[in-house]
């Protein structure tokens, strides 16, 4: 196993999904995979591996924030060989262009976060995107599935409550199109590693008109979503 993962070799499938939720990992397996196997229960932060459509699997729980789930993402990419890894997680949509439940695949990532700075010493404002070919995949997934994908950037924040919404209404102004609290490590450490990643969201709050789905709805019902990323995983 690795320092957060109890999975032994071989037992993690080299393209995963990854939500932040672990029991939005749980239901994922449950419900889409075959012979769904938990991997690793350490620190509740669920892994399950089985096969969808005859292929290979991993949903891995990757906690809130992106300390927590740079953690993740580093030890499925170097202790556990993993290539492809698909972020299925909720965000708050910046714009009323967007509503609740509409599905957005994040070309890039603006962070608010200090890790890229530090990691390149403050001199260069790293820019964080999406691997092209899963984000033109999950786009023809969705099309041919007739799940309508907003594709576009989003804010990757260091904090779910804040006090300067006023800086949601300029970058949306800019065309950012929601916030969640991942990406922007996600798809540095993806880099980084040579590995592709995408990170796919269902709107479940809208910061404009107030509007929010509830905890079970964010653990349970966000199934487009899922499905896009599980066709793109397996393409
Ligand atoms: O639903 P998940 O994947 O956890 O994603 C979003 O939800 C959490 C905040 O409620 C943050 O992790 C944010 O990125
Ligand atoms: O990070 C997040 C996730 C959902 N909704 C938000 O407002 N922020």
């Known amino acids: 196993m690795s320092t957060h993962i109890g999975a032994k070799p071989g037992e993690i499938a080299e393209r995963v999904l990854m939500p932040g939720d672990p029991l939005r ?12 196997k938990c991997y690793s229960t350490v620190r509740g932060m669920l892994g399950f591996t089985g096969r969808y459509q005859g292929v290979e699997v991993s949903v891995q729980g990757s906690g809130m924030g992106m300390p927590s789930a740079s953690i993740y993402a580093h030890e499925l990419i170097n202790e556990y060989g993993v290539k492809t890894l698909i972020r299925v997680g909720s965000c708050g949509a910046l714009t009323e262009e967007l509503k609740l439940r509409d599905v957005i695949a994040a070309s890039g990532s603006s962070t608010d976060s200090n890790m890229n700075r530090m990691r390149f010493d403050g001199l260069i404002d790293y820019a964080p995107v999406a691997d092209f070919g899963l984000l033109r ?4 997934v969705a099309e041919r599935r007739g799940i309508p994908v907003r594709v576009g950037p989003i804010l990757a924040a260091d904090a779910f409550y804040t006090d300067r919404p006023d800086l949601y209404d ?3 102004d800019y065309g950012v199109l929601a916030v969640e609290m ?7 450490i993806a880099a980084r590693f040579r590995c592709r990643a995408l990170t796919l969201l269902t709107v479940s709050d809208h910061i404009k ?17 899922v499905e896009i990323a599980l066709d793109t995983a397996i393409a």
Do not use: C, H, N, P
């Not at 990992?25 to 769904?36: R, V």
């Open 209 to 225: 008109t107030g509007e929010k789905t509830t905890a079970q709805e964010r653990e349970q019902t966000f199934g487009q979503m």
């Open 182 to 188: 991942e990406s922007a490590a996600l798809y540095t």
């Open 170 to 172: 300029t970058l949306a």
């Open 137 to 140: 995949t999950s786009v023809d």
């Open 25 to 36: 990992a749980k239901w994922i397996a449950e419900t889409y995979l075959e012979d769904a």
